[in-house]
């Protein structure tokens, strides 16, 4: 008995370890859609934060341009997915052609158009720059979600809108 009580206690515990170390990399492809981490009893925090606000230095933009984006945060967090949005539809637009240290693309729909994190570091300012499609796509906000620890979370933080 006691046998196989620590065979299913190793068990569980092997693949909690293998679940938690899956997102240490970066958000898993099933979080391109609601850009909602896949967390174990994970607590999502209000939509309003006064800590991570996502800026742009421009306020409108034109096809092809690459446009620099900044992440700023009064407090240090481990995970992040970023990505642009069409305002019209919702859909992710552009890629993302400079990424900082601790962050790698990410494919949802076409290459690069997704950052996340690539380790667990700890972070706070980030600096991005993302490239319009060469066609008009519309405005456009940029989202980020962040994850402050394993079980605390931020879902969507979005941008002003940046116009076409």
């Known amino acids: 008995r006691a046998h196989m009580a620590i065979a299913g206690w190793a068990c569980t515990t092997l693949c909690l370890v293998s679940y938690v170390a899956a997102f240490s990399h970066g958000a898993s492809l099933s979080a391109c859609t609601d850009m909602m981490p896949r967390h174990m009893r994970a607590q999502l925090r209000s939509p309003s934060n006064d800590y991570v606000t996502v800026h742009t230095n421009v306020s409108f933009y034109l096809p092809g341009d690459k446009v620099p984006v900044t992440v700023r945060s009064t407090r240090d967090f481990m995970g992040f997915l970023l990505q642009a949005r069409k305002v019209s539809n919702d859909e992710i637009a552009g890629t993302f052609v400079f990424i900082p ?63 076409q």
């Open 101 to 163: 240290p601790g962050s790698k693309l990410m494919t949802c729909f076409e290459d690069g158009d997704t950052v996340t994190h690539s380790d667990k570091s700890l972070k706070r300012n980030l600096s991005f720059v993302w490239k319009a499609p060469d066609q008009p796509i519309g405005d456009i906000k940029f989202f980020i979600s962040v994850v402050q620890s394993y079980f605390v979370y931020w879902a969507k933080i979005e941008s002003a809108i940046v116009a």
